[in-house]
């Protein structure tokens, strides 16, 4: 297996992004199947669009760039 299938749920709540990892898949097959038994579940079935699936080598860097923290002041 060279390719793993990431399945994620994503939506926007009072602003901020919310994800959830679901699972790592060997197939897109097996990631499509879940999202068949978890799109009716509380909370999935409020965003059915927010699933998605990715695709990614294993082996191999993905998130290349560094990154930066956003810190959020409230007054």
Do not use: C, N
């Not at 919310?18 to 898949?25: Q, T």
């Not at 897109?28 to 909370?43: F, H, N, T, V, Y």
């Amino acid at each position: 297996m060279t390719t793993v299938y990431v399945l994620q749920h994503e939506y926007e709540w009072y602003g901020h992004d919310e994800v959830k990892l679901l699972g790592i898949y060997a197939t897109e097959a097996e990631a499509e199947a879940a999202i068949g038994r978890l799109k009716d579940q509380p909370g999935f079935i409020d965003w059915p669009d927010g699933f998605s699936i990715d695709a990614y080598a294993l082996g191999q860097d993905h998130w290349r760039e560094g990154f930066v923290r956003v810190v959020h002041v409230l007054l």
